[in-house]
Each structure stands twice: as structure tokens, then as C-alpha cells.
């Protein structure tokens, strides 16, 4: 493998002893150095300096003397940068896919199509929007300008390392603010490959700025320093309300996005044979480390042990395996602490009543190492069981049923169902009926609906209702998250 080992004077190989500050490779002011752990071999493969307040405040202070001269700078000029970005991405993209693989667990025809190819297409599409976009526009008598807001402290998580740094990064910086990324700490090493990217592409000194480390430490430094005038974070419900208590003293900006418990909606007329097995995929997607996983199956009653059937099936058929095997589909968990917490979500789920059809709690029998878990499938989930309302964010698909024998609308029953979560991240409903599954989707308290199996749009926003968080990334609506709105009375 020849990912990441060119010298650098930061380290060797995967290990880095240095972080981006200023235009510059810099020793960290800590002494903690932190492991990426491989999840496919539980060997460690890496590892990343531990930042600390000294190292974010450096960085605040670099990306804001930079950021004057970035924001002057012609917005086709900072789109050019982008593009060269993506370029980096693109040539690079064979050993950061298997960077990704190997650090995540991603299966690597996964990490080649979406870890990294969706990275490099932010990018460009980012570059495309923000060129074109109208920064001036006349209101009546006024002058509307939208500005930058000056730093921006990207905060990311580890399941879709590079991409949640792109979807942030690149928005922020097209549209003229400086940045500093604080990747997650269980996987940093494709956010160094990207620095070095974007260091190659000759951006100004200090309009991106890097610093690993814990969200404790580093990740707190970041969201209460004054100097910081927005913060976007992606990563867990319970840690985006600490990222807002964080930043609350200085009254800073804060986008999140946050977690899910999104549910597929199967209509009476849906074909089952063909709407299952895509069900089960997109529960399963990224090893179900996802947040807009659709990991509820909302299924008409009369229709149940056809459902199980299907789905048994779909998730027995599933290939486990290493995630550099080419027809891997579902490889080990990103760590212990997450192949463990996702079994006790079915350990529990089993004791408060829900009927195991495929999978369970013990480890698959021909992985003898590696966070793995048996692709699994739960009935008769209802919506007084934990694992109905908790995110698991692992392979595990529950199914719920609906009454569809009503004498009123039976896709009443199906839409309230189907909202009957505290999140509201993503959605899909399928019907042989494309009015009435459009007409469902309408319905659906969700930031993003699928409607018969509709692909992913680069320029449509993203983000989520309720504790799915606020704010959108992406397209028009996520360039203009990092855009103040100033009125000029002419």
C-alpha cells in the first residue's frame, strides 16, 4: 500500500506527528499521540497527534489573519482552488479508498463510489455553485449582501471521514471563510491525505488549518473560542447538544447535523420482492454506519411474514467480509466500542419483546477477529422498544406494522407510524402508485424523502427535523449557511 508515505518531516507512514497550521507542517504543543486501530484486524495501522486548546487557538489565529485576503479574493479564484482540490481527490482516490476501508471498515467498492468519490464531487460542485452564485442582489431600495462569516470550525465525524470534511470545507471556503477541521479521532488519516491535497493546490497560508484530536479537547476548544464565528458539526445527537451548550457564551453560529432513525415506507401495492432487498441495502449501507440509514422497515400488517421472508433472505445473502475483498458488502464496525454497543441494542431489543428473524448478538462464526456483526433483522418492533427510537448505527433492521385493514386512510396509519420518531433525518416510501407515494412523502417529517427508490442529488440540501439537527449541507441552501445577510439602504 503507498497511501500517505511521501516525505513529509511529520512522521512515517500513517504515523503523523505534525498537524496544518498556517501553511505549514507544525509539532503539536501535546504529548498524547492517538491509535487508529484497523477494525479488520484490531491492529493498529496509524495514528494522529492529540491537539490540544494551545493547538486550536494557533490555528483560530492563522485562519483568522488569512481570512481578509481570502474573502477579497474573486469568487471564480477561490472555485479554481476547489476544483484543483478535487483533482488532488481524484488522483489520489485509489489509496484513499483503501485508506478509508482500512480505517472505517468500509468495504472498499463502497469507500472507491461514495467515501471517496462523493468527496471529490463536493468539491466541484461547490466550485460550480458558489461561482455562480449571486452575492448582490437589489431589494427595493436596498443592497442585500451575503458575506462570509470569517472562521468556520468544522468538526467531523468517523464514518464518512472525508466526505463530512468536503460537504463542510468546501462550501465554507467557496464562498470566502477560512476553516479549521477537527477531524474525528478514531478516523483522522484521510483528512491528513486531504491537507496534503489542499496544501498542494496552493491555497493562501492559513485559510485551512488542521488540528486532531479528542472532541473533549480539541473539538471543545474549537466551539468556545471567541475568535470562532461559526461552527458546523456532524457526529451524534448527544454531542451536538454539547457542541451548543459549548458554543452558547459566544453566541456563535452552529449548524448540526445530527442522527437518525429513519424509517422506509412500504405501501400496500408495493412490490415486496423488489422493495425488500433494497430496503435491506440501505439499512446496511456504510456497514449501517450512517446517519441517514433507513433502519425501519414500516410495512403494512397483512403483508408481515411476506416482509420477514424477504428480508431474512436479503440479509442472509449479504457478504461479511474483510473490507478489501472485492465482493464484500458489509465489513467489521469501526471499533470494540461500537461492535458492543450495537449488541446490547439487541440484546435489548430481544428482552423487551422483538422477534429475532435473521442474525443476532453473537459474532459471525467465520470472523475470528474484527468488529463484526451479524447482519440482523428484528419484528415486532414497536414504538415502545428502545431499539424503535434509539439510533444503533449498525447493521440492524427493525420492522414495524401498521394497520392497513382501516376503514379510513390506511397511509395515515402508515405516515404518523413512520413519524412516530424523535429524529427526522431521511425518509423513502415506495408504491406502484408514484402520486401516492409522492403524496406519503409530502406527508413524512423529514429532511429528505425518497420516493421509489430516487438517487442521491449533489445539489440538493441535506440535513434533518427535529433532533436530526438544523441547518442544511449542499447545493444553494448549504452555501448559504456560510453567508451573513447584510442590508445596505441606498
Not at 422506509?264 to 456497514?287: G, H, I, K, S
Request: hydrophobic share 40%; with cysteine.
Amino acid at each position: 500500500m503507498t497511501t500517505h508515505t511521501r516525505p513529509t518531516g511529520r512522521g512515517t507512514g500513517m504515523h503523523h506527528r505534525h498537524i496544518y497550521l498556517d501553511g505549514a507542517w507544525t509539532a503539536s504543543t501535546g504529548r498524547c499521540v492517538i491509535d487508529v486501530v484497523e477494525p479488520a484486524t484490531e491492529q493498529v495501522i496509524g495514528s494522529a497527534p492529540g491537539g490540544t486548546p494551545e493547538d486550536v487557538d494557533a490555528a483560530v489565529r492563522a485562519a483568522r489573519r488569512a481570512f481578509a485576503g481570502w474573502a477579497e479574493t474573486p469568487a471564480g479564484e477561490r472555485a479554481a482552488y476547489l476544483r484543483r482540490i478535487a483533482e488532488g481527490i481524484e488522483r489520489r482516490a485509489p489509496d484513499l479508498a483503501e485508506l478509508i476501508a482500512r480505517e472505517v471498515g468500509t468495504p472498499i467498492g463502497f469507500a472507491r463510489l461514495a467515501q471517496v468519490g462523493l468527496a471529490a464531487l463536493a468539491f466541484r460542485t461547490a466550485a460550480d455553485v458558489g461561482e455562480a452564485y449571486p452575492y448582490e442582489q437589489p431589494q427595493g431600495p436596498s443592497l442585500l449582501i451575503r458575506e462570509p462569516f470569517g472562521v468556520v470550525g468544522a468538526i467531523t465525524p468517523w464514518n464518512y471521514p472525508l466526505f463530512q470534511v468536503a460537504a463542510k470545507a468546501a462550501y465554507a471556503l467557496v464562498v470566502g471563510n477560512t476553516v479549521v477541521i477537527k477531524p474525528s479521532e478514531a478516523a483522522p488519516l484521510s483528512v491528513f491525505v486531504l491537507a496534503e491535497i489542499m496544501d498542494e493546490a496552493g491555497l493562501p497560508a492559513g485559510v485551512v488549518n488542521l488540528v486532531s484530536g479528542t472532541g473533549p479537547v480539541a473539538g471543545q476548544a474549537l466551539a468556545t473560542h471567541p475568535d470562532v464565528d461559526f461552527v458546523s458539526f456532524t457526529g451524534s445527537t448527544a454531542v451536538g447538544r454539547t457542541i451548543t451548550r459549548a458554543a452558547a457564551d459566544t453566541v456563535k453560529r452552529v449548524a448540526l447535523e445530527l442522527g437518525g432513525k429513519s424509517p422506509t415506507v412500504l405501501l400496500a401495492d408495493a412490490d415486496v420482492a423488489d422493495v425488500v432487498p433494497r430496503a435491506v441495502a440501505a439499512a446496511f449501507v456504510n456497514n449501517g454506519q450512517t446517519c441517514c440509514a433507513l433502519t425501519r422497515l414500516v410495512v403494512p400488517r397483512s403483508r408481515k411474514g411476506e416482509v420477514e421472508r424477504a428480508a431474512a433472505k436479503a440479509a442472509e445473502s449479504t457478504q461479511v467480509g474483510h473490507p478489501l475483498l472485492p465482493g464484500t458488502q458489509l465489513g467489521p464496525l469501526v471499533s470494540a466500542g461500537q461492535r458492543d454497543r450495537v449488541l446490547r441494542h439487541v440484546r435489548r431489543a430481544l428482552g423487551q419483546g422483538a422477534t429475532l428473524i435473521t442474525g443476532g448478538a453473537e459474532p459471525p462464526e467465520d470472523q475470528p477477529y474484527g468488529y463484526y456483526v451479524r447482519p440482523t433483522v428484528l419484528s415486532d418492533v414497536t414504538t415502545a422498544m428502545d431499539v424503535q427510537h434509539e439510533e444503533v448505527f449498525g447493521p440492524v433492521l427493525v420492522i414495524e406494522c401498521y394497520e392497513d385493514d382501516v376503514e379510513d386512510d390506511a397511509d395515515a396509519e402508515a405516515v404518523a407510524l413512520a413519524n412516530a420518531t424523535p429524529y427526522g433525518l431521511a425518509a423513502a416510501v415506495w408504491s406502484a402508485d408514484p402520486d401516492r407515494a409522492l403524496a406519503v412523502a409530502r406527508r413524512i417529517r423529514a429532511g429528505q424523502v425518497e420516493v421509489n427508490g430516487g438517487g442521491f442529488n449533489p445539489r440538493a440540501p441535506f440535513g434533518g427535523y427535529r433532533q436530526s439537527g438544523n441547518g442544511r449541507e449542499h447545493g444553494v441552501f448549504g452555501l448559504e449557511e456560510f453567508l451573513e445577510v447584510k442590508s445596505v439602504q441606498l
